[in-house]
Nanobody, 115 residues
Framework: QVQLVESGGGWMQPGGSLRLSCVAS????????MAWYRQSPGKQREWVAG???????NYPDSVKGRLTISRDNARKTVYLQMSSLKPDDTAVYYC?????????WGQGTQVTVSS
């Protein structure tokens, strides 16, 4: 049974940093690319970071330089390091992967950026 469990969200002041974690189970983690998305109230879910099995990363221009995705295959965990946080980063953050042409999602972790 595929499971993705995010953690690490919370409240942070603008300019601060947070690190999100996503622990995977139920599949061979090292064999699959992983990604992070976010969704703010009233907006569509938005892709914010991706990492391949080989560790190559990519980001949309809107977050490039502020968000960093990484993975630890031994821990079956993918991380999202967030820095220079802005109020617009407030959202529920989800990790996801695609197995056998199906997308799997975690339950999400809330990040709130405000003063």
């Amino acid at each position: 049974q595929v499971q993705l469990v995010e953690s690490g969200g919370g409240w942070m002041q603008p300019g601060g940093s947070l690190r999100l974690s996503c622990v995977a189970s139920g599949f061979t983690f090292s064999n699959y690319a992983m990604a992070w998305y976010r969704q703010s109230p009233g907006k569509q879910r938005e892709w914010v970071a991706g990492i391949t099995t080989g560790g190559s990363t990519n980001y949309p221009d809107s977050v490039k330089g502020r968000l960093t995705i990484s993975r630890d295959n031994a821990r079956k965990t993918v991380y999202l390091q967030m820095s220079s946080l802005k109020p617009d980063d407030t959202a529920v953050y989800y990790c996801t992967t695609n197995l056998y042409a199906r997308d799997y999602w975690g339950q999400g972790t809330q990040v709130t950026v405000s003063s």
